[in-house]
């Protein structure tokens, strides 16, 4: 069986370390392509060091852009690629712009298309992520869904027949590299000594508008412990632009971290404050308090335990939800038993028949 990879941003090489694990252990002929959506060190190939992955097979080089730009550039230089490979799936996952655009490359060429973590909606259409989700999904051949709601999404919009539960990947590789980092802390890494926050802004709804960021950076440095902000490019690009300074009050802003790095901070921290989508969910198997910095969330099981909060129009309130007591309702199960990728490559056998 030959399966065609496409990833290109750092949740995408996140979600790629388990199912490339799984297909290596089962002899699959899996090609790896890295669209070079993300290109710095620390958002690509610390990534990759991390998982012990090899480098991709083939790398596009594409850079930053405007979404239509990219998005073509991925498209143009996929196409000769996959008319090379002829895989018998085409696999795309999450909803970056890599993942819009080979999804529409593929369905140009009919190829099969299974979509790693189908079925999110946030109903927001504002965020570019959403379209992308929803395109990939209609153009896909195999959803693979991760969550019960992801399911009930894809038959909203007349899908299930392509739709399999397979539980969530991201929670294959996170309990994996918590179990392996709980005591021991990877190396390049200093904590604050006593508690800490951990917190990451990367989308352009909170970097982009000048005065918004320097409201939420002063917010976040109000917090009476340190506030450790691995910084996104995006981030320290706007606040530089924006001419105000990430440190500032309780607020230690540090480079990009690696995978192991982060899900060590996650077992340390008193609690996380984010935008990022995949950072809520590891807050959530690792039982730390998150505040999700958005006025939704595609994760919404997260929210009914109380684990995970919403703040975004007030935030008057941010500090206040960010340091509320740690929650003692129940913690159940949600995201699989963290054999998504198992359950993936079975789907994509089973499927190909
Ligand atoms: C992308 C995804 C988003 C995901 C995020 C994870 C889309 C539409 N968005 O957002 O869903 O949550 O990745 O990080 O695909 N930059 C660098 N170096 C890099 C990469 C980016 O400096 O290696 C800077 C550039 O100025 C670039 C900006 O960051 O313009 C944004 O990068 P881009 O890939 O467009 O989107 P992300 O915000 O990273």
Redesign the pocket.
Known sequence: MRVVSVVG???QFVKLAPIAREFKLRGFDHQVVHTG????VA??EALFADFTLPPAQFNLGIG?GT?AA?TARIMMELEPIMQELQPDWVLVYG????TLAAALTASKLRLPIAHVEAGLRSFNRDM??EI?RVLTDHASDLLLAPTDTAVKHLAREGLAISTMLVGDVMADICLSVARAVRDVPPPGLKTPDGEFVVATV?RPYNTDDPQRLTRLLAALATIPVPVLLPA???LV?KARSARVDLEQGSIIAIPPVTYSQMMFLLTRARAVATD??GLQKEAYLMSTPCTTIRSETEWVETLSTGWNALCFEDLGALVPTILRPHPVSAHPSLYGDGNAAARIAEALIGASR
């Not at 909803?95 to 890599?98: E, F, G, K, Q, R």
Request: proline share 12%; charged share 25%.
């Open positions: 941003a750092r949740p959506q993300h290109y710095d958002m690509s930053s979404h990219q909803d970056t712009n890599s570019p992520e992308n990367h996104h490019p995006r690009e990022s989508g």
